[in-house]
């Protein structure tokens, strides 16, 4: 009895629904087959016309007038070399026209009469199995694309990429993924170039089975190796793949990024990590990332990983002597030892490294970088507030002064004042202050320094405006109100302003300054009219609300305020148009 392809592939019905959604992708962003430029040379004049025509429209997606195209071009030249191309452009119209069974038909006539044709059969019988697919039934879809994967030359045609893909998928759902990794790797590699998007897919399967299901470095390597790089694009790579550092920075990516397990797995976890430091055992051992991984790698297996864990760090870090490095060094190595700060070791391997500061030598940048470090990952304030006071104010720009201060908004503010007054322009200081209080919404000693500012030009701008905010946020309506008329930041300042007559039971004030905004400042006008509703609402004055909502409407349809006006005149129970119109 002879084995259906079906059973030979391990096609169960009851597990080919979860591919129905992937395949139907396939089919819709995969590469149209086009007609070869040096074949197109060889028509006659009607018959490139012809051909032209039809594809102009299959271009623009009007598969059904395209359909009738080809269909007049295979009645009118049933001769020509463009035959089978035609055939499948009216079958790929159908299909795309959502006539699958009709679809259907025209493939099998491209597979019978031109079975030789592969860059038009291949393609037919890539695409018999897609309609299969989009019809639920994904049995002869799977045929279809186990008899491309059988044929020598079907087997190479580009869409025969997805096919192979989704052969593979149904094996690896049925656990057989040993032999889904064959077909993935005939995609990833022969198809790098014809089909790149079905390439990077299946290469995204591969990586993970040789990462954590089966890891295995050497395939890694070779696979690295025949794509150039593990990207959706080539580079070059290095010959010794064993000393690449760009490599074995991908490949130590997708050891952590894999390397999860939950505290039933911590046997497979310890067999994974130990299979991994093996690989990485005595390579780059000048390179700090590999290494520091490595360490981290081993400690997650060893029985006293700690102890080893920090046995190797200082290894490493004894490696490099270059004083320029020494730095940078210490910081990565404390922000590295944070993590694991309770236990009373590392804590006291930070204090060790944090005395191989030479704090005399180091740069504003390398004691910046430290400083966040002890705030952020060691969160020892005490010993952050020790190396502030190793900065060397004098001789520090007073940009960096400004980032300095900033950064310490979050952490001691006696550290941000003591960072603004050793600024030798006490102009921009007092900016910087500003900025500061503004942000803690401290109004008595804001409104001080802004007070300063209004005279100094290219800060009064800013100044009055931080000024007229703080000053609103502590209900004093008047002194806001002066602030905001000095702002110069019209219309923003025209809304505040009416805001604060409001609040000063000035009404008639506050409309006017919103009639303002309607008439000089034209994106924001339809705002400004329904905030004139607002207004009369706030002062209790019906008519006069109503009658301004029904202004919004009249002059802004179609706006998000009128929407609003509308929805708050039913909400009134008032009729939309009639009664009293707007002013």
Sequence with gaps: MKVSKATRYGFRPASWLFLAAGLLARAAWAQEVTFPSED???????EGHMVSNADKLFDQQQYRRAAAE???????????????????????????????????????????????????????LYYTGACHAENGDVEKAMKAWAEMAEDADYSKHFLAAGALNALAGNLSKQGRMQEA????????????????????????????????????????????????????????????LEQSAPYWEKIRYFIRYYGGFNQFQQDAARQYYQYWASAMDGKLLGNDDFQIDLANFKKAYETDGTAQWIRRLDEQFNRTSDPS????????????????????????????????????????????????????????????K?????????????????????????????????????????????????????????????????????????????????MAELLERSYEWDKALTAFQHSDNPPESLFHIADC????????????????????????????????????????????RI?????????????????????????????????????
Excluded at 353 to 367: D, H, I, L, P, V
Excluded at 564 to 575: D, I, K, M, P
């Design 325 to 384: 490095l020494l730095h940078r060094r210490v910081a990565r190595w404390i922000q590295i030892f944070a993590g694991d700060r309770g236990n009373k070791d590392v804590r006291a391997k930070i204090d060790e490294y944090y005395a191989k500061c030479q704090f005399e030598k180091m740069s504003f940048r390398e004691t910046f970088d430290l400083l966040q470090v002890l705030y952020d990952y060691v969160q020892d304030w005490g010993m952050a």
């Design 181 to 240: 990794v064959q077909y993935y790797e005939q995609v990833a590699v022969g198809f790098r170039t014809t089909n790149p998007n079905a390439a990077f897919g299946a290469l995204q399967a591969l990586i993970p089975y040789y990462i954590r299901t089966q890891p295995a470095e050497p395939k890694l390597r070779e696979l690295y190796q025949k794509l150039r790089s593990f990207e959706s694009y080539v580079i070059n790579i290095e010959s010794d």
């Design 386 to 466: 020790n190396l502030f006071g190793k900065f060397r104010m004098n001789e520090i720009s007073d940009s960096d002064k400004h980032q300095l201060g900033d950064y310490l908004w979050h952490k001691d503010e006696a550290l941000v004042l003591e960072t603004h007054a050793a600024m030798k322009d006490q102009d921009y200081a007092n900016q910087r202050r500003l900025h500061y209080f503004h942000w803690r919404g401290d109004a008595a000693r804001g409104v001080a320094v802004a007070e300063k500012l209004t005279s100094v030009p290219g800060y009064a701008k800013d100044a009055w405006w931080r």
């Design 40 to 46: 197109f040379k060889k028509l006659d004049t009607f």
């Design 501 to 544: 007559y409001v609040r000063l039971g000035k009404v008639t004030s506050a409309i006017e300054q919103l009639q303002e905004v309607e008439k000089f400042f034209q994106p924001r006008a339809s705002e400004a009219a329904l905030k004139i509703a607002e207004v009369y609402n706030q002062a209790g004055m019906a008519r006069e």
């Design 70 to 124: 080809y269909d007049s071009f295979l009645l009118e030249f049933p001769k020509s070399k463009a035959l089978p191309y035609a055939l499948l452009r009216k079958a790929r119209c159908l299909h795309l026209d959502n006539k699958r069974f009709d679809a259907l038909k025209e493939y099998q006539e491209v597979l019978d009469y031109f079975p030789d044709s592969v860059l038009y059969a291949a393609a037919a």
């Design 547 to 583: 009658a301004s909502l029904r202004g919004v409407m009249k002059k802004y349809p179609g706006s998000s305020h009128s929407n609003s006006a509308h929805e708050q005149l039913e909400a009134l129970g008032v009729r939309i148009g009639g009664g009293e119109d707007a002013h």
